[in-house]
């Protein structure tokens, strides 16, 4: 609507969430003049900008966002708007401890909604040109900043085209039921339940009881993930039914089944009994949103299904690699050896499919760049506290330069040295090196790369405190 509506002048940014005392989320001012109705809402030409400004918390005073930033005149406010119309006609840059500034390309602007927005079933409504269509690439503008500073024009693909899926790990609706802690004993796993099954514990077999990466705090200090340390477990029930529901279906329906081990069977019946919800709104397992899907009357020859049985296992919830969905420093990616290990969508995961000339540990070293932190930085979702959150949806609009088969064997090598955490900064510096070749880039502007994602993130840290700071400068 904007674009097609509007010239957009101005965004104004609240960079750490100070303007309203109850908000937990960044305000954005937008000033734009109101235009008439333009033939393409998605077509601009080059040089035409915006003005992003940047306003510190540090900046207010009790009677003004900006009451602290010295300008001539007696009123603050109108002062800054007419030192901004002077940034926007410029399309000049300005920096200091309390307000930043920078001009905006309305050309990329316009390519990254497209990014966003190609795969929704509204754009197609919309009646563009078919010329504009999107390669779903979105290049944030500080990664666009840095590229035209240092004079680099590197093409990209999506990892889609590379023949690398991009999804969320598994959401099983019910955690206190389908996830226990365990150990392994031989063939099986003792588990220990909380939550509303506090107290249950049950012997399975390991074709029952799958290794789960469940949270955060779960994560191993290195950069790989394994079955043999994991600690978390899934009750993964899909071919096995309490003998009462295969009693209750026939002899016809049931056959897919296996009987349920006795002492699950225990832990289900008393999850059937149990409170899932709160005292005040009591709610039973099977009647929680996510678990009541799964329920399946038979039909054409097909069994019934019950609510204990989780929907069919995906690549997406056994990745190769994957990442936290919310993030408080630099993202980071985990290698999932030989995808033994379910992933909780507490995760966004990644895998190459059969074609792919990626492999497990190539994306493991790719993802850990420091192109990819720093696109990953400024692409993904800032929230309230100050936390990144890396989707699913972030990681397919991602920049993939094109990297030789050469390359992506050396990163694959790079990777699986990771994986085993030998000479972590330097495999990460190599890393970097190859990264660097396919942007056209050197050392010195990796690093500079490297500075650019920092500050992002040392601006997201700030937001927790509500005040933003200054940074050891004096007051400009």
Known sequence: MLFRWFDIEFVVEDEHASWFDDAQVKTTLIVAKRMKRRAS??????????????????????QSPIGRISLPGKVAEKSFAKQARLWLRNTTSHANCLARARPVSLKLACRNMIASASRQKWFAL??????????????????????????????????????????????????????????????????????????????????????????QSELPDGFAVSSATTRGYALN??????????????????VPYKPMPTEVAAVVRAAARANFGTSKKPRKVFELTAVCTNIRSASRGAPARHWYMLPDLAHRHRPDVFLARVNAAIP????????????????????AKSTSKWSANALLAFMNSTWAHAVIEFSGAVMGGG???????????????SLSDDQIRRLDGLGANLAKGKSIN??????????????????????????????????????????????GHDVC
């Open 426 to 471: 330097e495999m990460v510096a190599a890393i970097n090196a190859v990264i660097a070749i396919s942007l056209g880039s050197d050392e010195e502007g990796i690093k500079e790369l490297g500075d650019i994602a920092h500050a992002g993130q040392a601006r997201r840290a700030k937001h927790n405190r509500k005040q933003g700071g200054i940074d």
């Open 237 to 254: 029930l899909r071919g096995h039914a309490l003998p009462e529901d295969m009693a209750e279906a026939g002899n016809s329906a049931s």
């Open 332 to 351: 980071k990616a985990y290698l999932n050896e030989g995808r033994e290990c379910l992933i909780d969508a507490n995760f966004s995961t990644m895998w």
């Open 126 to 215: 919309i009646g563009e040109d078919e010329n504009l269509t999107s390669d779903g690439i979105n290049i944030p503008h500080e990664i666009h900043d840095w590229l035209s500073r240092r004079g680099l024009s590197p093409s990209f693909d999506t990892f889609e085209s590379q023949g690398v899926a991009v999804g969320q790990g598994l959401r099983t609706g019910a955690n206190g039921f389908f996830y226990a802690d365990g150990e392994r004993q031989g063939g099986e796993v003792a588990l220990t339940f909380s939550g509303p099954l506090s107290g249950l514990t049950a012997k399975a077999p390991s074709s029952i009881a799958k290794p789960v990466l469940r949270r």
């Open 387 to 401: 936390a990144l959150k890396v989707e699913a949806t972030h990681l397919r609009r991602f920049p993939v330069p």
């Open 41 to 62: 809402a998605l077509s601009r030409p080059e040089g035409a900008s915006y003005c992003h400004i940047a306003i510190s918390a540090a900046a207010a005073t009790p």
